[in-house]
């Protein structure tokens, strides 16, 4: 099925070890972008991309860091886990920007402990 | 700089009452705005979105918002709540040529009692 597909779901870190949260999409939308939610929080840009090879910082880039070397991945990763990005993290993509709406991954639950 | 204010972290409404969750914007460009639904432990599912065309926005599952520029509001309501309807409500905003930045609100969650 056509959609946003995030791995893994569930994910458990100790502090200051590193992993990559992959974020996948098959409908050639060129925009991509990485949010995290926190209770009280709604969700927050980490970082997105408007295209291969392009990628810029949201709200809250450190700690974060991302590549976009091909249309369909998007890839986040976590250089030294600490507690603080305990979070769920969103993948969204859309075709060309808001006019078209975004889609959005099932999430990845992160704990760092 | 784009901003979403939602009024309310909780509401509770009956049901069969009118649901009303607001959300007002701050945009310093002609602004697209979103509803997203989000269930226990799912992702977020659009309810609605305005683009620039009509300013009332009908969506899924009988909810429907309305632009209003002169307040800066775009509130999302229901004329009858079911106990369907209870989860977390996100009120986003966007700009055109503004990337992958969507920024949201902090999230409304309701409550819907028999």
């Known amino acids: 099925n056509a959609g946003v597909t995030q791995t893994p779901k569930f994910q458990v870190l100790k502090t200051g070890q590193s992993m990559t949260l992959q974020c996948a999409q098959d409908m050639n939308h060129e925009y991509m972008s990485w949010y995290r939610q926190d209770p009280g929080m709604g969700l927050r840009l980490i970082h997105y991309?408007?295209?291969?090879?392009?990628?810029d910082q949201g709200e809250v880039p450190n700690g974060y860091n991302v590549s976009r070397s091909t249309t369909e991945d998007f890839p986040l990763r976590l250089l030294s886990a600490a507690p603080s990005q305990t979070s769920v993290y969103f993948c969204?993509?859309?075709?060309?920007?808001?006019?078209?709406?975004?889609?959005f991954g099932s999430g990845t639950r992160l704990t760092v402990v | 700089a784009q901003s979403v204010t939602q009024l309310g972290s909780h509401v509770s409404v009956s049901e069969g009452a009118l649901v009303l969750l607001r959300c007002n914007y701050s945009s310093s460009v002609p602004p697209y705005l979103f509803w997203y639904v989000q269930y226990p432990n799912q992702g977020l599912q659009l309810l609605l979105k305005y683009t620039s065309a009509a300013t009332l926005v009908k969506g899924i599952n009988g909810f429907e918002a309305e632009f209003k520029k002169s307040e800066t509001s775009f509130h999302l309501t229901k004329p009858s709540a079911h106990m369907s309807d209870a989860a977390e409500y996100f009120c986003a905003v966007s700009g055109n040529n503004q990337g992958g930045k969507l920024i949201f609100g902090q999230g409304t969650e309701l409550s819907v009692k028999p």
């Open positions: 991309s408007v295209g291969a090879g392009i990628t």
């Open positions: 969204a993509s859309s075709y060309s920007g808001a006019r078209y709406g975004y889609t």
